[in-house]
């Protein structure tokens, strides 16, 4: 025989019934709970964008970016390759010594004389990625393909954007990029690493252009010297090349710009080859397909 | 709101909360693909450039 009796049941099946039905809340309890509820949304949403902002843009980024390397290639290839589109596509070498295309003439760059930048020029007319840049400082396999113009549709796309106004690689001036910091891809992150001697080096259509930072600095957004040929100096006559990255900073602001120039030390013909530093970045840039596969590249093998 | 929409939902619960998740992974999708493109114009994270001349 229990000692205590059970406790009784019946309070506790009411309670349980009186659960199940519906709650008959009041008008200000359920004001204050829609309101509740319309922060909490307010706050998933801000997460939300959040997440969108640098996470997501950069996957779309990173496929666009793929189709703009792959776009280059096959435009450069298609011309080493006038009438063959089929060509090997690690062009290898002595592709079309002298078809008179290599009869430009030359631009003397300081103690460098290089051809003209004629092809790039065509590319960036038509819209089309003009260049590539590989800085092995950035990252292992860093490369960002280059189109013309600095607006969203252009930085979005692709990695760099080419002021427009400035100069193309193998011009004597500035040859001015833009890239983003924190958002599609973040392609610029790093740009705080550059040491001065560093090498970047910049893939155009007519030919390799190895530049060596020479330094890093951060402006005001609206300091439009850094763009000038000779950086710094609205006046100067440009004698050499300098290539020029901007991008934001501090990250995750835009209340400055970061700046790093570089000034052109080597060129080396396309037939040449990637030089060696790059070799393998470009290899597996021509071989990378996107997430979703990458038709072009494809046509390519 | 959210208690509304659920109770409104038809079927068995574990069929709601199919409907749930479908519901949510489409406004997600919205959210992504239409509406944050959009509010994105205006943010301040993307201005990387010199303001030019």
Redesign the interface.
């Known amino acids: 025989m229990p000692t205590h009796p059970l406790p009784p049941s019946r309070p506790r099946h009411a309670r349980r019934s009186a659960a199940a039905a519906p709650v008959r809340r009041s008008v200000g309890s359920r004001i204050l709970g829609?309101v509740g509820?319309?922060f909490i949304t307010l706050g998933v949403?801000g997460i939300?964008?959040l997440v969108?902002?640098l996470w997501?843009?950069g996957l779309e980024a990173d496929r666009e970016r793929n189709e703009a390397t792959q776009e280059l290639f096959s435009n450069i290839e298609a011309l080493e390759n006038p009438g063959d589109s089929n060509g090997d596509a690690n062009g290898d070498g002595n592709g079309n010594g002298g078809d008179g295309e290599e009869s430009r003439g030359g631009v003397e760059l300081e103690d460098l004389v290089v051809p003209g930048p004629d092809h790039t020029a065509n590319f960036a007319d038509q819209g089309g990625v003009m260049a590539m840049v590989y800085a092995p400082r950035l990252g292992a396999d860093w490369a960002a393909p280059v189109v013309p113009g600095?607006g969203?549709e252009s930085?979005?796309r692709a990695g760099l954007?080419h002021?427009s106004?400035t100069q193309l690689p193998g011009e004597p001036g500035n040859f001015?990029l833009?890239?983003?910091?924190?958002?599609?891809g973040n392609i610029?992150w790093n740009q705080d690493k550059f040491a001065v001697g560093d090498l970047i080096y910049v893939q155009s259509p007519d030919g390799w252009y190895i530049y060596s930072v020479t330094e890093t600095y951060i402006?005001q957004?609206?300091?439009?010297d850094?763009?000038a040929p000779v950086p710094g100096d609205l006046e100067a006559e440009a004698e050499g090349s300098t290539l020029t990255l901007?991008?934001?900073h501090p990250p995750?602001?835009?209340l400055e710009?970061m700046?790093t120039h570089a000034e052109l030390v080597d060129y080396a013909p396309l037939s040449d080859g990637p030089p060696s530093a790059v070799a393998d970045t470009v290899e597996r840039q021509m071989q990378a397909d996107g997430p979703f596969g990458d038709l072009s590249s494809q046509e390519a093998r | 709101?959210?208690a509304w929409i659920f109770r409104h939902l038809p079927g068995p619960l574990w069929l709601k909360i199919i409907q749930t998740l479908v519901l949510l992974a489409a406004v997600?999708l919205l959210?992504?693909e239409v509406v944050?493109p959009w509010?994105?114009?205006y943010?301040?994270?993307?201005?990387?450039?010199?303001?030019?001349?």
């Open positions: 829609g509820e319309l949403l939300l964008f969108w902002e997501w843009t600095v969203p930085l979005n954007g002021y106004s001015a833009a890239g983003h910091r924190q958002t599609y610029l402006v957004p609206n300091q439009s850094v763009l901007t991008t934001c995750y602001t835009t710009r700046i | 709101m959210y997600v959210l992504m944050f509010v994105d114009q943010s301040p994270l993307n201005d990387s450039t010199i303001q030019d001349g």
